[in-house]
């Protein structure tokens, strides 16, 4: 069982910046990889990016690519999505979630943290 606490959302003008973090318990933690997921009000759950146990591999929905980094630290089971030059249109609640190497699919999500990004 893996649980998942995310920090970091708040209130940012256009083109600001803010770092979310994904704090997870476990001692498993590196085996997993791990997602950002976001929610926007009337709109689907998407996918914004993912990195793998090691860190070595990332992958990143267009909309955010050169914009957005995820990166995690194993020694401290965080993750964390560094955005920059932030868009009203990346306002959404923002999840993260923890995927077993054997698995296809998230498994573990955390509760999400609200981004708002304001014109």
């Known amino acids: 069982q893996v649980q998942l606490v995310e920090s970091g959302g708040g209130l940012v003008q256009a083109g600001g910046s803010l770092r979310l973090s994904c704090a997870a318990s476990?001692?498993?933690?590196?085996?997993?990889?791990m997602g950002w997921f976001r929610q926007a009000p009337g709109k689907e759950r998407e996918f914004v990016a993912s990195?793998?146990?090691?860190?070595?591999?990332?992958n990143y929905a267009g909309s955010v690519k050169g914009r957005f980094t995820i990166s995690r630290d194993n020694a401290k089971s965080t993750v964390y999505l560094q955005m920059n030059s932030l868009k009203t249109e990346d306002t959404a609640v923002y999840y993260c979630?923890?995927?077993?190497?054997?698995?296809?699919?998230?498994?573990?999500w955390g509760q999400g943290t609200q981004v708002t990004v304001s014109s």
């Open positions: 979630a923890a995927r077993s190497p054997l698995k296809l699919s998230y498994e573990y």
């Open positions: 476990g001692r498993t933690f590196s085996t997993y990889a």
């Open positions: 990195i793998s146990g090691s860190g070595g591999s990332t």
